[in-house]
């Protein structure tokens, strides 16, 4: 099985608690072992994982990051496919709330990626969709940046993704794309009922087919010169404005 790493104080510690299973070992720098990193040390401990005090050059290497003194030897984090989706959109039917899932077309960095993921898990998404041509691999670097929310909520790679949309659309979901032209504005739009929020990479935005299975597109209104948002910042005004839309709607 290959193996991968999964870096950092925060990753690592949302990987101990979330799924020991996948962690075949501990690597801390040599020379340090202050509060966080014994907590972490505990954690792998108490799941019997092996644990190892290695140079720091060691870590830099393997990580090509922020390691902040930890690096966790793993099994790989694999994305989930069509089948995965299909199972996960049955599950949800009895859920007894809307159902949220965010789609990505085009986001091709990691960085983005796993800021992407983060914001998911704290709006409540139940699972992230991208295609599995052009998009940013689940790598160390996008489950870093996740903090955990890769490891809880599912990021499902599609083979064509207009088919997927549609297969969301017989489960009853609205597919709302994002759009600097849209004339409808997010302030504006119904986005109470079962939902998929699809977001395109930056410049581009979506591609055609996918804006054209679209059941709606909307804007973020932009009040200076700067006329688009880093995806993963529009992603966050997005899912919290949806957030809200549905508290309020209660």
């Known amino acids: 099985m290959k193996a991968d790493i999964t870096f950092g104080i925060h990753a690592v510690s949302a990987l101990l608690k979330q799924d020991p299973g996948r962690v075949r070992r501990l690597l801390l720098v040599q020379g340090r072992l202050d509060k966080r990193l014994q907590s972490l040390v505990s954690d792998a401990e108490q799941a019997g994982i092996p644990i190892k005090q290695v140079p720091r050059a060691k870590l830099d290497e393997l990580a090509q990051g922020v390691h902040q003194g930890v690096v966790a030897e793993t099994s790989a984090l694999q994305a989930g496919n069509e089948q995965d989706l299909e199972r996960l959109l049955d599950g949800l039917e009895g859920l007894g709330k809307p159902v949220l899932l965010l789609v990505l077309d085009g986001v091709t960095d990691p960085h983005n990626l796993g800021a992407c993921l983060r914001t998911a898990d704290a709006a ?34 599609v083979t064509n993704l207009a088919r997927t949309l549609q297969l969301l659309q017989q489960y009853g979901v609205w597919i709302t794309g994002t759009a600097g032209e849209a004339d409808a504005d997010l302030y504006e739009a119904d986005l109470t009922g079962p939902l998929a929020l699809v977001m395109g990479a930056e410049g581009k935005g979506m591609r055609r087919l996918t804006r054209e299975h679209c059941d709606q597109l909307i804007r973020i209104p932009m009040a200076g010169d700067v006329s688009s948002l880093n995806v993963s910042v529009a992603t966050g005004v997005c899912l919290f404005e949806i957030v809200r839309r549905r508290r309020t709607s209660l």
């Open 124 to 157: 409540g998404v139940q699972a992230v969709i991208a295609p599995r041509d052009k998009s940013a691999p689940l790598n160390a670097t996008a489950i870093k940046v996740a903090c955990g929310a890769a490891e809880s909520v599912p990021y499902i790679q």
